[in-house]
């Protein structure tokens, strides 16, 4: 059973920031790519954003300019960082980690983008 731990999700106030952390066993941190998605309210889980073993990042529209993806190798662990939030990125936001058909999610962190 491949873990994957996610932490930082809470409550924060519109325009603040909060950063998501995701350590996953070092076998598959090494060869897999490493992304985040989201599912809010009433909706369909959705890509945030990924980054694969090359470093190479990708974006959803609607966090470019605000969310920033990174990975500590040393640490086997994927970061989030999330900028100038807004009340529409509440969400339970999930920790992926995907090598061609194989896939593995964390159990899900809550953000709560709220006044």
């Known amino acids: 059973q491949v873990q994957l731990v996610e932490s930082g999700g809470g409550l924060v106030q519109p325009g603040g920031s909060l950063r998501l952390s995701c350590a996953a066993p070092g076998s598959i941190f090494r060869s897999y790519d490493m992304g985040w998605y989201r599912q809010g309210p009433g909706k369909q889980r959705e890509l945030v954003a990924v980054?694969?073993?090359?470093?190479?990042?990708n974006y959803a529209d609607s966090v470019k300019g605000r969310f920033t993806i990174s990975r500590d190798n040393a640490k086997n662990t994927v970061y989030l960082q999330m900028n100038s939030l807004k009340p529409e990125d509440t969400a339970v936001y999930y920790c992926?980690?995907?090598?061609?058909?194989?896939?593995?999610w964390g159990q899900g962190t809550q953000v709560v983008v709220s006044s």
């Open positions: 992926n980690a995907g090598l061609f058909a194989v896939v593995y």
């Open positions: 980054i694969a073993r090359s470093g190479n990042t």
